[in-house]
């Protein structure tokens, strides 16, 4: 039993993980239709805006990943009310339905060769769409998982990212067959359209959820209030701007993996397959050792286990773009990789439960999915865009290292805010 509110609440160990695999399915085939199309943005970029070429082309592909990023809070805002207001379960299912409308979209949008000007129209809907998606499921999944528990909530929570991790894998393993395997021809004529059939899977799991799944019992035991939103923005907006900062290195990791495969074709001379094998290899790791470093959360506290690797990362990040750019070898890019994909791991598995904790129950979905996407939005949605014009304009090889060591900066003084002002552990 826990208390939540004045209210006793039952632990069901059964129901807990029951709530942990549901929204975990759901989770990775999210971020599975999110995450596609970043390592598929060159390919997009031919499909979608022939008339651009180059790093114009790629440029707006990747800029595209960030516009759907401008509407996340928007998403955040009104899916994490519903959350607060309807249960997690209601929000978590609509935010299913929405990703599985926009993977839609892409997945059967006609090229511009065959529809001109309206075929960038429909990818940007799409990205849209998933993006208003995306910005209530952080929100909505992370309170699903906690609040089933109470005493395993960094574990549960660290679910949320091994999933990502599974994603990662996935899309990568994708983008190495798409790459390896099928001709060019058959790549740009019919074969990109693969991942995102695939990525429709996730309709019939939203529709599980919300067959067989009950809501949790923090939300059904809480006091409710009128505006969740009203009250994050009168009583909590330290701890949104607080939590948006402690984002910043998990959402930089994420998709600095996703653009290293174009990063090592494109600047270092490697086979086009090199980046997307690594990043598979970043996703089992990501994937396997989460829930590790959930497990040494709930023993030492989040935040502890996360400045560690902020430091780490911070201190690594240009030594290691430097010995890929000295050495261009494809097992040390695979390695390097594989380092981020840790550094990902050790940051971002305890990330959510530390969200978690620093917002009340009342207003937690509410309150995370706009901290969330504030920081995923700002600082990693358009990560790719930036470090595209820093390589152009410094010339330096290295520049993506400038990018990931601000934000890591910027992400320990968030840690540090958390532990002495929110008592964050």
């Not at 180059?54 to 800029?63: D, E, F, K, W």
């Not at 009342?362 to 969330?372: E, P, W």
Request: glycine share 10%; charged share 10%.
């Amino acid at each position: 039993m826990s208390e939540t509110g004045g209210a006793t609440v039952p632990i069901d160990r059964r129901r807990a993980r029951r709530a942990v695999v549901a929204a975990s399915l759901g989770n990775a085939m999210e971020w599975f239709d999110i995450i596609v199309y970043a390592f598929l943005a060159p390919v997009m970029a031919r499909l979608f805006f022939p008339e651009f070429e180059g790093v114009v082309g790629l440029l707006i592909a990747y800029g595209l990943v960030g516009v759907s990023y401008l509407i996340r809070p928007v998403g955040a805002l009104v899916i994490g009310s519903y959350g607060d207001r309807r249960g997690r379960k209601a929000a978590l299912t609509l935010t299913i339905g929405l990703m599985t409308l926009g993977t839609a979209v892409m997945a059967f949008a006609p090229p511009a060769a065959a529809v001109g000007a309206a075929a960038p129209l429909l990818i940007l809907l799409s990205r849209l769409i998933q993006g208003f998606s995306a910005g209530g499921e952080f929100g909505s999944a992370t309170a699903f998982m906690t609040e089933h528990t109470e005493d395993r909530k960094a574990f549960f929570a660290s679910w949320q990212v091994a999933t990502q991790g599974l994603s990662m894998f996935l899309a990568a393993g994708w983008g190495f067959v798409l790459t390896t395997v099928v001709s060019e021809e058959a790549l740009y004529g019919w074969a990109w359209r693969l991942p995102f059939v695939f990525g429709l899977l996730i309709g019939p799991i939203g529709l599980w959820i919300r067959a067989h799944m009950d809501d949790t019992p923090e939300f059904e035991a809480a006091e409710k209030v009128r505006s969740p939103l009203g009250t994050v923005r009168r009583h909590h907006p330290h701890r949104v701007l607080t939590a948006a900062m402690c984002v910043g290195m998990a959402t930089m990791s994420v998709y600095l993996i996703t653009y290293l495969p174009n990063f090592a074709s494109a600047n270092l001379g490697m086979p086009g397959w090199t980046g997307y094998a690594g990043a598979v290899v970043a996703g089992l790791v990501a994937l396997v050792l989460s829930p590790v470093f959930g497990v040494l959360a709930d023993r030492h506290g989040p935040s502890r286990v996360m400045l560690p690797a902020a430091v780490l990362g911070l201190l690594a990040a240009y030594p290691l773009f430097w010995m890929l750019v000295s050495t261009r070898s494809v097992a040390l890019f695979i390695v390097a990789e594989i380092v981020i994909g840790l550094l990902m791991a050790a940051y971002f598995a305890p990330t959510p439960a530390l969200l978690a904790d620093l917002f009340p129950t009342a207003v937690r979905t509410t309150g995370m999915a706009l901290a969330y996407n504030i920081g995923v939005t700002l600082l990693g949605g358009f990560a790719n865009f930036w470090i595209v014009l820093l390589l152009e304009g410094t010339g330096l090889l290295e520049a993506p290292s400038f990018y990931y060591v601000a934000v890591a900066l910027l992400s320990v003084v968030g840690l540090l805010i958390a532990r002495r002002v929110f008592g964050s552990r």
